[in-house]
């Protein structure tokens, strides 16, 4: 039986914008994008090995998984919308299940791949089509999370809310590769932290259920006291008088039934966050992709590919160590406001990414790890933060939608691109993400908001 609605997610019923969310409720959530994006990336510590014992060649292991990304990208946007009108926690539940689902069967395919039961061909096939189920229906998590959260803070506590569910699915993407050395199993080999993620899972699934009170999809983010200014154009321009006075009052009459218009991306108050989160993301994803593959190499381990495990989770770990420091140390206790996140991020994975270009030693490529690590765990958030502050409430649930879409793009292409050209030109690869970086540093710098002027909130009407 679902538990009673509470007081704030009923509709007609407003809730202190001052109030934050329970700390259980915010741990539940916090879990469920953890253990999608740790499980997402987990596969970063094996798939090297195993495309290594499969014969296969590193690109096509990348290209692999791009299928799934791309169908993130397109359903992310659409599971957004249709939570403003089912609910985000059905949504929740509904990525689990294809995030589960997806893990299990391609663990299958991978063991059956390795034992010789299919030819390489075929496992990666397969094991692509099995992906999908991720993309697919595990889209439908993240965007909801989100929007959750954002529709329950107020605007000036939205940039550390969301860093902390920013930094869960930023921490999964490091801790996920750390922890899948240490799930090998004897008897399933290397394909067993597909089998282990998916059993976490469906912990979560479970819990998310049981914990989660049902939420009223009429809420989407109509709250009925809050003054939010909006945006009138493109970045850099001032809120106006008439734009309050609308948004206030279309949020206090707004029939219960009512659905925001379509936010499109080409919004100009959008436009400058995607552009920074799509380059980013993209500088991000080369670095996650290419990584595994560099520890091999510079480590002289192809003979030996089981060895890199340890190293890889070595370093990954580092990493992981790094993004808790920025997401939790140094955005709440410096107050870094969107801009300033992304900015300062950028430099620092500029620095990062120059050092695991330039060296080859596993001290020296854990120092550069952890330093990019710290850097894309200030821009995540900040990228994040500003998109939804750009906004209006009543249109978070499909800037989050935009958000999920945003991240999954950098993900098609740049992991399988970047390891083709690290195999090419190792040291042109590093160039191309130090490039990204400062592109972004300097695009920032001109397009970007100022964060006083996208934190700056009305106190409640009476």
């Known amino acids: 039986m679902s538990a009673p609605l509470p007081p704030e997610a009923e509709p007609g019923a407003g ?5 934050r969310l329970p700390n259980d409720r915010m741990a539940l959530l916090f879990m469920v994008m953890l253990v999608t994006a740790a499980g997402n990336t987990a596969m970063q510590s094996v798939m090297p090995a195993m495309g290594t014992r499969l014969g296969v060649a590193d690109f096509w292991v990348s290209l692999a998984y791009s299928w799934s990304a791309l169908l993130w990208v397109f359903c992310a946007p659409r599971w957004a919308r ?42 990666l096939l397969i094991f692509a089509l099995f992906r999908s189920l991720y993309g697919g229906l595990g889209s439908a998590a993240p965007p909801a999370v989100q929007a959750y959260v954002a529709a329950r803070t107020s605007r000036a506590q939205r940039t550390q809310s969301l860093a902390v569910i920013s930094s869960s699915f930023g921490l ?51 709250g009925r006291i809050f003054a939010e200014p909006s945006s009138t154009g493109a970045a850099g321009e001032r809120y106006d008088s008439e734009e309050h006075s609308d948004d206030h009052g279309s949020a206090a009459t707004e029939p219960s039934g009512a659905t925001a218009e379509r936010l499109s991306w080409k919004d100009p108050r959008l436009r400058p966050w995607l552009i920074s989160g799509l380059v980013g993301g993209h500088a991000n994803a080369i670095v996650l992709g290419v990584i595994g593959f560099m520890l091999l190499d510079r480590l002289a381990l192809r003979a030996t590919p089981e060895l890199a495990a340890g190293p890889t989770g070595l370093v990954l770990m580092a990493g992981a160590f790094a993004t808790l420091v920025a997401q939790w140390g140094l955005i709440p206790n410096l107050k870094l406001g ?22 080859s030693s596993l001290n020296a490529i854990t120092l550069g790890f952890v330093i990019a690590s710290l850097g894309f765990g200030l821009f995540r958030p900040g990228f994040t933060a500003g998109a939804s502050l750009a906004v209006k409430r009543s249109e978070q649930g499909q800037v989050a939608g935009i958000v999920a879409s945003i991240n999954g793009a950098a993900y098609v292409i740049a992991p ?21 970086c400062l592109f ?22 009476p």
């Open 15 to 19: 809730f202190d914008p001052a109030t």
């Open 440 to 461: 972004v540093l300097v695009w920032g710098y001109r397009a970007l908001q100022p964060d006083e002027i996208l934190v700056d909130d009305d106190p409640p009407r």
């Open 338 to 359: 969107p801009r300033n996140a992304t900015l300062w991020g950028m430099a620092l994975a500029a620095v990062g990414s120059a050092i695991l270009g330039l060296t």
């Open 172 to 222: 999964g993407t490091v801790v996920g590769p750390a922890l899948a050395p240490l799930v090998i199993l004897p008897f399933l080999g290397l394909p067993s932290p597909f089998f282990a993620f998916a059993a976490f899972g469906l912990l979560v699934l479970v819990v998310l259920k049981w914990r989660l009170p049902d939420d009223a999809p009429s809420y989407a983010a109509r």
């Open 82 to 123: 249709l939570s403003d009108k089912r609910g985000r926690k059905a949504l929740m539940n509904l990525g689990l299940i294809g995030f589960i689902s997806s893990f299990l069967f391609c663990g299958m395919v991978m063991w059956a791949g390795l034992n010789g039961w299919l030819s390489s061909l075929w496992t």
């Open 416 to 436: 399988a691109a970047g390891v083709w050209l690290y195999n090419v030109a190792p040291l042109e690869s590093f160039a191309l993400i130090v490039g990204l």
